[in-house]
């Protein structure tokens, strides 16, 4: 892990968080022909998924889809308001860059979701498979897998803390995503309060386990 991650999110400046992607550790190994900077970051949605593309984060074009779909704004609460545009490459929604959402918990940058998608997509979309996400925060990496999957797999989230996996519940519904009981059509999707280390024995086997 670079000398820049080892620090914690509270320690760190601006200035370090902004260079955070100079190096890249053995746990998140770029993708072949990627790179990455807060150069990343963006001042949409669109804007975000696409630098990710340009930067070789995102090569699938099921994954391009699935986080262009899914505005990362309704997933991270982190204001933008009164900051100025360099801010807005470190903090905020659309910043390529960790997140707290509230209890201490931060969720990930938006390139490390992007090659989770990439590694996990192979299982995503195929039929009748169960994709489990340990620690699963504000659900959006459990909307981004429900938009790649097909309506016969099952994506569940498992989260520690309770009023996180109520946030995930409530951010996927707002998303017009349903959850398991909620009607609708789709692939399913399940949140459960829990911990990871003991994981969801009766719901397994599980074809995939992301673990954030």
């Given at each position: 892990m670079s000398?820049?991650?080892?620090?914690?999110?509270?320690?760190?400046?601006s200035?370090?968080?902004?260079?955070?992607g100079?190096?890249?550790?053995?746990?998140?190994?770029?993708?072949?022909?990627?790179?990455?900077?807060?150069?990343?970051?963006g001042?949409?949605?669109r804007?975000?998924?696409?630098?990710?593309?340009?930067?070789?984060f995102?090569?699938?074009?099921?994954?391009?889809?699935?986080?262009?779909a899914?505005?990362?704004?309704?997933?991270?609460?982190?204001p933008?308001?009164?900051?100025?545009?360099?801010?807005?490459y470190?903090?905020?929604?659309?910043?390529?860059?960790?997140?707290?959402i509230?209890?201490?918990?931060?969720?990930?940058?938006?390139?490390i979701?992007?090659?989770t998608?990439?590694a996990?997509?192979?299982?995503i979309?195929?039929?009748?498979?169960?994709?489990?996400?340990?620690?699963?925060?504000?659900?959006?990496?459990?909307?981004?897998?429900?938009?790649?999957?097909?309506?016969?797999?099952?994506?569940?989230?498992?989260?520690?803390?309770?009023?996180?996996?109520?946030?995930s519940?409530r951010?996927?519904?707002?998303?017009?995503?349903?959850?398991?009981?909620?009607?609708?059509?789709?692939?399913?999707?399940?949140?459960?309060?829990g911990?990871?280390?003991?994981?969801?024995?009766?719901?397994?086997?599980?074809?995939?386990?992301?673990?954030?």
């Amino acid at each position: 892990m670079s000398k820049v991650m080892e620090k914690q999110d509270s320690e760190m400046t601006s200035s370090e968080i902004s260079k955070r992607g100079d190096t890249v550790g053995p746990e998140t190994e770029q993708p072949k022909g990627a790179t990455w900077t807060a150069g990343c970051s963006g001042c949409s949605n669109r804007e975000l998924v696409e630098n990710l593309r340009a930067a070789g984060f995102i090569t699938r074009q099921d994954v391009y889809d699935a986080m262009l779909a899914t505005d990362r704004a309704n997933y991270v609460p982190t204001p933008c308001a009164n900051k100025g545009k360099s801010d807005t490459y470190i903090w905020g929604p659309y910043a390529d860059a960790p997140q707290s959402i509230g209890s201490k918990v931060t969720i990930s940058a938006p390139h490390i979701h992007a090659m989770t998608l990439e590694a996990l997509a192979e299982v995503i979309t195929s039929g009748g498979t169960r994709v489990l996400d340990v620690g699963c925060g504000s659900g959006i990496l459990l909307a981004y897998m429900a938009r790649m999957a097909p309506a016969s797999c099952t994506i569940v989230g498992l989260e520690v803390v309770g009023r996180l996996a109520d946030m995930s519940r409530r951010n996927l519904l707002a998303d017009g995503l349903f959850l398991q009981g909620s009607g609708g059509t789709g692939p399913r999707i399940e949140v459960f309060q829990g911990d990871g280390w003991q994981g969801l024995p009766g719901l397994g086997p599980f074809d995939a386990i992301n673990v954030g």
